[in-house]
């Protein structure tokens, strides 16, 4: 790749990563602030529902990404209107889905809860945090959208901007509602649930004068359109999918062996997941867009630079986040350990050391996943995320924690995320294999 165009990689990756930390820390703000407010029941309470959140954001994503690659790739291609139909049909079907979320909010949080695991004084609080997280679906999924679009319509900055803002707003809210408001856990959802609403406010001055390449007109709606966008995008849910799953799957086993403090505990470690998740997503979503046009180009070479330098840059990531939670893991669960409670606090410091040696290999699988998908590779990227979010870790989870105990829960994690970058690397080989072959056979003609 020629000198502009690592900058334009640098600034893709470096504005995407500092918007995904953004939306990571709406659950990171209230993990904080509930530990100091609430203790190890409002941590346990939040832990329950993250699923939700997981599963809300992550349809977001499906119509989001899925919606803009095919937008970006029509663009290119010269189609007409493309911006119109695409964004245009995926705000029906995203505000269609949210309305679903908000009608389960409104009605049916306490059972939902309880399908979740949440159990005694922890049930009530877990009710509170879902029903208003719900509620507030509509705003999450288009706030989604929005991001995936501008950053595709060349926009990355100001996707960025909007994120940051939602999220030093939920921060300095949270602190507000909690503590002199003392608004308890309904302030903390409540926090986070306006942050969605803010970022859009950043977003529509620019949508509203149409300085984009895209926007709301009246199109047809087309079934087949939002087929394929949902196909594109389905690999990127079914990421943030593997941790509700995850999630999910840990709460049942965890509280079987330690209880309500058990489940705090890995509540410790998942809210530090979700910002290094994000940062990997930020990578991988940052260079989605750059090998959406590059494909579209067909050009194929730098298609597999980007690809080289995205690995590169998540595996340095992955060694960074192993060290620091292997050397820092005391000062990380002490954090979130407002009660100081001594069980919670080991139990998390084991955890974060075991845990997080899957950081070498999440990332590479996340990376994985959007290459595939940016490509149009749809098994391939379906396969990735199946592995990851079902395939592996449930069996990985129930056998590694009947052997070993919660020892075995924590690696299960690590475990699942080596076998599936195996899998991945093999099936990316193939495809660049697959690819320069046919290349060969095209110029000998």
Known sequence: MSGKEMKLFIKYIGLSVLGTVGVSCYILADTYFISKGMGTAGLAALNICIPAYSIVYGIGLMFGVGGATKYNILKERGIPDAGKSTFTNTVIVG???????????????????????????????????????????????????????????????????????????????????????????????????????????IYMPKFLMKRNGFGIGRTKMDFLLCGKMALTGVPVMLGEMSTAVVTFTFNKIMYGFEGTVGVAAYGVIANIAVVVLAVFNGI??????????????????????LLAYASGVTVLFGAAVYLSAYFGAEGLASVFNGEKNITLQLLAERGIRIYFIGAFFVGINILLTSYFAAREKIIQSHIISASRGLAVILPAAVFMSSIYGTDGLWLSFPL??????????????????????????????
Do not use: H
């Open 284 to 305: 991988s979503n940052g260079v989605q867009p750059l090998i959406s046009k590059n494909y579209a180009e067909e050009n194929g070479k730098n298609v597999r630079k």
């Open 95 to 201: 505000l269609s889905v949210s309305a679903v979320f908000f009608i389960c909010g409104a009605f049916f949080a306490k059972p939902l809860v309880e399908l979740l695991g949440a159990r005694g004084e922890v049930v009530e609080m877990s009710r509170i945090y879902l029903k208003v997280l719900l509620m507030f679906a509509p705003a999450f999924i288009l706030n989604a959208i929005f991001y995936s679009f501008l950053r595709n319509d060349g926009s990355p900055a100001l996707a960025m901007t909007g994120m940051i803002a939602g999220s030093l707003s939920n921060i300095l809210l949270d602190w507000i509602f909690i503590f002199p408001l003392d608004m308890g856990i309904f302030g903390a959802i409540l926090a986070t649930g306006l942050s969605p609403v803010i970022s859009l406010s």
């Open 416 to 445: 699942t995320e080596f076998i599936v970058t195996v899998c991945g690397t093999v099936l990316a080989a193939v495809e660049i294999k697959r690819n320069q072959k046919r290349k060969n056979v095209v110029l000998t003609r």
